[in-house]
Every structure is written in C-alpha cells, then in structure tokens.
C-alpha cells in the first residue's frame, strides 16, 4: 500500500512536466503505463507529466497546469483522486466524499473515478461508488463535484432519488461546453442533469434505436456536440452500433457520418469527439483521427486513458443547431 496516505509530495517541477516548444500546442493528452502525454494534433508528444504516483484515469484542466486522476484501478470501479500541480510537482490526496465517508464511517470507502473538468477549470464532477468490485447495484453511487479553489466536495444532489440512495451506477459525466449541464451514463441510460443539480432528465431515443441485445444494450452517452447535441451510441457495442447525434431541443436524432461528412467506419468505437479531431477505440488502444490525421495510442484498454483537448479551431466543424 501507498504510505503517502493525505500527505502532500512536493517533487521538483522538472520531474512533473517537461517544456512545450512554441507554436506546439497539445491537442490530446493520454496517460499509458503511469505517465501521461500530451500531444499535438498529429501525434508529436510536446510534454510529458510523470509523478512518484503512476497516473490512470485522469482530467487535465483547460490551462493544463492541474491534473486531478486516480491510479490505474483495472477491474476495479475506481479509486482515491489525487491533485496535482504540473508547475510545481506538488501533489496532493483530494478528501473524501460527504455521501459514503460522512462521520459514521469507520472506514473510508474512496472509488472515484471519471473525472471531468468544468471548461472554465474551476471544478471537477466525477463519479462515486460504494465499493471497488461488484455488481452495477453494489458499486452504485452519485456523482460529485470538488471545488479546486476550496478543495471542498459536493454531491450532485440530482443524482440521488427521493430515499437518499443513488440513482444507480453512474459513468463517464462531461460538462457541456457552456457549463451548464452535464451528460451521463447510468445503466443503459444517459442523462442530462443542470450543473447545480436541481433536476435531471433522460437522454430520450427514438424506440426503434434502442438496442436490446444482451451484448449491446441500452443508450451510451459518447459525449457532447457544442451545448445542444449528444454524442451517442444505441448500444454499447462499437463495432456494431454506430455513433448518432441527439438535438437535445428538438429531440431529432441523425446519423453522425452524415451529419458531419464523414467516413463512418472511422467513427466505429469513437470515445471522444472535439470538431476536428476524435478518437475511437482500437484493437491495440486508441485511435486518433482527424482530416488527414491518423495515428495510434498503444496500450491495454483497461490501463490507458485518453482525453481530448478543447481546441478553437474545428467549430465550424460542429453543425450550427448544437453549438
């Protein structure tokens, strides 16, 4: 076990992170056997982040000064979060939960895991869960919200039903770009809840979508198209179920490869979507593709970690009803 438990390792700046050439600017970020990378757009690794602490699931904040992640937790549901300053090195255990570790606890129940960062960098949502292994019931848990300024925790209070338990086993929140809301997963489902946790409402599909086959089942929330579009699969099979596009105001549904124009085999198994570049999953780890762009990110699937990041240009790219 780690003996650096809530205390803080502060290690010199050049062992966190190395320098970005001018005109470089990283496009993705990944994190494959404990170090992370960051990335042009055509696959150039500009910097490097490597801690005493291997990095797994990770959110690495707009300005990319802050990386909050977990460590590599394969077959598990999650892990403690640890906050680290990529200027500095310094790095530290985020607290507990309010909703599994309140004062009753004898002992702390710390799996979090899918972190996500507000656009403006300010806060992070991620996923709780009760326990590290087991069924969707036993690992379920809310989502929740730590404030980098304060290093206090909230939990989405829209997230938990009318008893106080969970609405379920809940994965993978992203903010929109707006700030606004944030998109989930949970158990077939995917759901939009406001970003103060007031209400929340299912990611409704046309009924002839949905898949109901034991191996692909349900709706899975990809991710956002500007503020008013949903990224999504019915199903959960990337091989076989294609990614579609949601208009979350009109409820209209549309084929992503048409809409966007583009080869919908190189869509199958895409994980994340920014306007010019996307990534999909691939036999030996993630593939990252754009106009004129392919090249790979090898790795386990269950130990490599992906994200891409928000660029400026490729707006155009995204239809003018979602922005």
């Avoid at 989405?156 to 994965?171: D, E, H, I, K, Q």
């Avoid at 920014?274 to 691939?282: C, I, K, N, V």
């Amino acid at each position: 076990m780690l003996s650096l438990l809530f205390l803080a390792v502060v290690m010199p700046a050049a062992a966190a992170r190395g320098q970005a050439k001018a005109g470089e600017q990283p496009a993705v970020a990944y994190a494959v056997d404990g170090v992370l990378h960051l990335a042009t757009e055509s696959g150039r690794v500009v910097q490097t982040v490597k801690t005493e602490l291997p990095i797994g699931d990770f959110a690495i904040s707009p300005d990319l000064g802050t990386v909050v992640f977990s460590l590599p937790h394969p077959g598990e549901s999650g892990g403690p979060f640890f906050i680290l300053n990529v200027s500095t090195g310094e790095l530290e255990r985020m607290g507990p939960d309010p909703y599994f570790n309140d004062a009753s606890v004898a002992e702390l129940a710390e799996f979090y895991a899918d972190p996500d960062f507000l656009p403006g960098g300010e806060r992070v949502v991620f996923a709780t869960h009760a326990n590290a292994e087991g069924s969707e019931v036993q690992i379920s848990g809310p989502l929740a919200i730590l404030d980098l300024q304060t290093r206090e925790i909230a939990i989405l209070r829209s997230t938990v039903g009318a008893t106080g338990l969970p609405l379920g086993y809940m994965r993978d929140p992203r903010w929109s770009p707006d700030g606004r809301q944030v998109l989930g997963n949970i158990e077939g489902h995917a759901f939009v809840t406001d970003s103060g946790g007031q209400a929340v409402a299912e990611v409704v599909i046309p009924a002839s979508e949905i898949s109901q086959l034991p191996q692909s089942y349900g709706v899975y929330a990809i991710g956002w198209l500007g503020s008013g579009c949903v990224l999504y699969q019915a199903g959960d099979d990337p091989e076989r179920d294609p990614a579609r596009i949601l208009g979350l105001s009109t409820g209209r549904t549309a084929p992503t490869a048409g809409t966007l124009r583009l080869p919908e085999q190189s869509l199958r198994g895409v994980r994340g979507f920014t306007g010019r570049l996307w990534a999909r999953t691939d036999p030996s780890g993630f593939r990252i593709e754009g106009p004129g762009i392919s090249w790979l990110i090898r790795g386990d699937a269950e130990t490599t970690y992906v994200r891409l990041l928000p660029q400026r240009n490729g707006a155009d790219q995204i239809p003018s009803d979602c922005r």
